[in-house]
């Protein structure tokens, strides 16, 4: 499940981690200047335009309005965080992630952080693995690697609670980009991205946030995979995945809609997908019971509507309500396959 800015700073500072002096956007302004930052659940919104800086009350009105109605990647917020600007000296980047290979927690580190990190190769991050006891060290490799000796205790003690919150929290991933280093020599967590292991939600009766965990049953396989996978039933879906590393694509992910799928879920996972910078085709596994093929057919037309970067589908649907989706689908001249192999085929053709 993912956490907006907001909340993943919120469980920064009960570390004290230092994030810039906020407010959630309301009618008037707590004070000024102020960033205005799109509160979805997704990257790129400096790029969007959902972050704005306002100087009085009139910007604040004008860009509060604007920002609320601007969709970013299929989304419009319903929240806008509202924080004091920062004077930007660099502009750092510093993540933890579960390597799944491995089975172990990750840093990850950049000299050049901000909205052009994907710009940056990828063998020039540092790669640090983490375990108990090994902050203090890293902090100190990552103060040589950012050229920032003066900042070693800092960035020891940083990594240390953000390890300690990292696990407390059973988090997948803790991006924070940028890490400001401002002109006073202060490290501030300018932005945060929190992805928490849904699996874990039994023993955090604690978690409670804005997004639905609509995704219960998705789960990142491979941020680079080439073919992004939707089905239904635990066992459907594997079977999907399988078939398509058998056929020699990379699957992204894996995705079980589960039995009481609707048009609103079954959107929700054509949004995670497009998240992903590398898939060329989307395979859809629908042999549908419970779930009916015209709800199904329903979100592909409002996801093909509503997202302009949704990759094309290789479609294979079947069961309760097919022929009423086949009708829907056929208007909209999509194409449905009559068997999963021939949706293979389609996707290889795309990949
Ligand atoms: P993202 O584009 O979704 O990752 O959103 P970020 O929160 O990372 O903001 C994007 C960019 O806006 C940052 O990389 C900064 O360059 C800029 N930015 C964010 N907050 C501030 C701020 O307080 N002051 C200034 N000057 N720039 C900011
Ligand atoms: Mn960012």
Redesign the pocket.
Known sequence: MKLL?YEGKKILQTSNIAV?KSFVAGESADFLPA?L?SQVP???????G??V?VKDDAEYTAEREKISHLEIKGYTPKTILA??????DR?LYLSLVIDKATASTELMAHKR???EVEDNAAEDFLKLTLETGSADAAGQQLADYYDLPDKTFALQDLVEKLYVLFNQQDMTLLEI??L?LTKTGELVA??A?ITLDDAAQFRHPDWSFELDPVETNFVTLDETGNVATIANGAGLAMATVDAVADNGMKPANFLDIGGGANEASVLAAFKRITEYSHVKVIIINIFAGITRCDEVARAIIAARAQLDDLPPLAIRLAGTNYEQAAKLLQQQNIPIHANLDQALAAAKELT
């Open positions: 800015e810039p960033v930052k997704v990257g790129g919104r400096g790029k969007a959902g972050v800086i924080e004091q600007p920062l004077d930007i502009e952080g901000g909205v980009n940028p400001v300018a932005d991205k």
